[in-house]
């Protein structure tokens, strides 16, 4: 009785094991219109046409896009993604445009610049270089003039 | 000289006909300078083991079309399986000598990142790369 009990819960530790390693993995998924070429040697991915990335953060468009990778262990993580020509970035209730996007995954920062906004319900931001810090949920907007920086601030707020 | 060529001029022409036929006749029969060496030979059900610079590729296929020495044709639902990649697709064509294959049809990629899904390839295995034509999509599993 005590073997068979142990057999059980052996198998109920196993699959809750299993459910949270596959949990661990986190999805990023990437859709081009035209091309994709995956270069092994220089480990990157170059997406061309109507490119859509996407992470558990932010949906990301442009025309294209250009994926750096490392290997760690026996997997293949994103470092760094580059997006070019008509950024798009959407991230909650917050739409970034630009026209050059950097996202790097070890500090999970999206810088933009060019021609630069940052949409949200209640307000439209315009500025040369945006960037966005996701972890600690801060915007710093720059504008192409040094003279005249920009920072805006933007807390959590629940109730507001 | 009418007069002889009246008296001659059929034999003449038997003549020319005759040398006419002959000089046909030999650039016929002339062997040519180029060899053929082309076997063509198919198997059903195929899968063997090819070096290239990724290392040892398994491939397999419904049907194998040997081509010539270098070329061959994986008729049907076929693949390409080495350490770093898995290639599932159709009628993919596969060129040894430029360590290249390619084909039009749909195909997935799996690899140590994720799932690829395109429709057609084209693997060029000395330049440690692969284009993916069409719309594609990669789902990756970080």
């Given at each position: 009785?005590?073997?068979?009990?142990?057999?059980?819960?052996?198998?109920?530790?196993?699959?809750?094991?299993?459910?949270?390693?596959?949990?661990?993995?986190?999805?990023?998924?990437?859709?081009?219109?035209?091309?994709?070429?995956?270069?092994?040697?220089?480990?990157?991915?170059?997406?061309?046409?109507?490119?859509?990335?996407?992470?558990?953060?932010?949906?990301?468009?442009?025309?294209?896009?250009?994926?750096?990778?490392?290997?760690?262990?026996?997997?293949?993580?994103?470092?760094?993604?580059?997006?070019?020509?008509?950024?798009?970035?959407?991230?909650?209730?917050?739409?970034?445009?630009?026209?050059?996007?950097?996202?790097?995954?070890?500090?999970?920062?999206?810088?933009?610049?060019?021609?630069?906004?940052?949409?949200?319900?209640?307000?439209?931001?315009?500025?040369?270089?945006?960037?966005?810090?996701?972890?600690?949920?801060?915007?710093?907007?720059?504008?192409?003039?040094?003279?005249?920086?920009?920072?805006?601030?933007?807390?959590?707020?629940?109730?507001? | 000289?009418?007069?002889?060529?009246?008296?001659?001029?059929?034999?003449?022409l038997i003549f020319l006909l005759l040398s006419l036929q002959a000089f046909m006749y030999y650039y016929d029969n002339k062997p040519s300078s180029k060899v053929y060496s082309q076997k063509?030979?198919?198997?059903?059900?195929?899968?063997?083991?090819?070096?290239?610079?990724?290392?040892?590729?398994?491939?397999?296929?419904?049907?194998?079309?040997?081509?010539?020495?270098?070329?061959?044709?994986?008729?049907?639902?076929?693949?390409?399986?080495?350490?770093?990649?898995?290639?599932?697709?159709?009628?993919?064509?596969?060129?040894?000598?430029?360590?290249?294959?390619?084909?039009?049809?749909?195909?997935?990629?799996?690899?140590?990142?994720?799932?690829?899904?395109?429709?057609?390839?084209?693997?060029?295995?000395?330049?440690?790369?692969?284009?993916?034509?069409?719309?594609?999509?990669?789902?990756?599993?970080?």
């Amino acid at each position: 009785m005590v073997l068979l009990h142990l057999k059980v819960m052996n198998k109920f530790i196993f699959i809750l094991s299993l459910f949270f390693y596959l949990n661990a993995y986190a999805e990023s998924t990437v859709k081009a219109g035209d091309s994709l070429i995956w270069d092994s040697e220089n480990q990157s991915y170059t997406a061309t046409g109507s490119v859509e990335f996407s992470n558990d953060t932010f949906i990301a468009y442009s025309e294209k896009m250009i994926a750096q990778y490392v290997e760690q262990g026996d997997k293949e993580l994103f470092t760094i993604v580059e997006l070019f020509e008509n950024v798009r970035i959407e991230l909650k209730d917050e739409v970034f445009l630009g026209d050059y996007a950097i996202y790097t995954r070890d500090d999970n920062i999206i810088t933009l610049t060019g021609d630069v906004s940052v949409q949200s319900p209640t307000r439209l931001l315009k500025g040369h270089e945006l960037i966005a810090d996701i972890d600690n949920n801060k915007r710093i907007l720059n504008s192409a003039n040094d003279g005249s920086l920009v920072e805006v601030l933007l807390e959590n707020n629940e109730n507001n | 000289m009418s007069k002889f060529l009246k008296e001659n001029i059929f034999n003449f022409l038997i003549f020319l006909l005759l040398s006419l036929q002959a000089f046909m006749y030999y650039y016929d029969n002339k062997p040519s300078s180029k060899v053929y060496s082309q076997k063509s030979m198919s198997v059903e059900n195929f899968s063997s083991i090819v070096l290239s610079k990724s290392g040892l590729t398994k491939i397999g296929s419904d049907k194998l079309n040997k081509i010539d020495e270098d070329q061959f044709f994986l008729q049907g639902k076929s693949y390409l399986e080495n350490k770093e990649y898995k290639i599932y697709g159709e009628d993919i064509s596969i060129n040894l000598i430029e360590e290249i294959s390619h084909s039009k049809k749909s195909v997935q990629v799996i690899n140590s990142m994720g799932t690829l899904e395109a429709h057609g390839f084209k693997n060029i295995d000395s330049e440690g790369k692969i284009y993916f034509d069409g719309i594609v999509t990669f789902k990756s599993h970080e």
